[in-house]
Nanobody, 123 residues
Framework: EVQLVESGGDLVQVGGSLRLSCLIS????????VAWFRQAPGKEREGVSC????????AYGDSVKGRFTISNDNAKNTAYLQMNSLKPEDTAVYYC????????????????WGQGTQVTVSS
């Protein structure tokens, strides 16, 4: 059974940084894609970033380009989202997700999801 567990969410001030982690267990695939999504209160879930394993290709949503960095440590079965220069509009529950097939940040492409971790950016 594939399981994803996020951690690292916190309350941070504007301009601060956080690193989210996503521990993945149960994967038996050699190739897969991990993505981060977020959902703010009253808004639809949106794609933040994704990374392909093992070639490391990445993609980012326009709102986070240049501020967020996704990475994947295969040895630790963990994906990360480094978030810098945080803004109040980054406040949301952040979810990681995995899929064996597909690429990109379409929600329907992902089969496995974590429970989410709260990120709150205060001004």
């Amino acid at each position: 059974e594939v399981q994803l567990v996020e951690s690292g969410g916190d309350l941070v001030q504007v301009g601060g940084s956080l690193r989210l982690s996503c521990l993945i267990s149960g994967l038996t695939w050699d190739d897969y894609v991990v993505a981060w999504f977020r959902q703010a209160p009253g808004k639809e879930r949106e794609g933040v970033s994704c990374i392909s394993s093992p070639d490391g290709s990445t993609a980012y949503g326009d709102s986070v380009k240049g501020r967020f960095t996704i990475s994947n440590d295969n040895a630790k079965n963990t994906a990360y989202l480094q978030m810098n220069s945080l803004k109040p509009e980054d406040t949301a529950v952040y979810y990681c997700a995995a899929t064996r097939l597909g690429w990109g940040m379409q929600i329907v492409a992902y089969d496995y999801w974590g429970q989410g971790t709260q990120v709150t950016v205060s001004s």
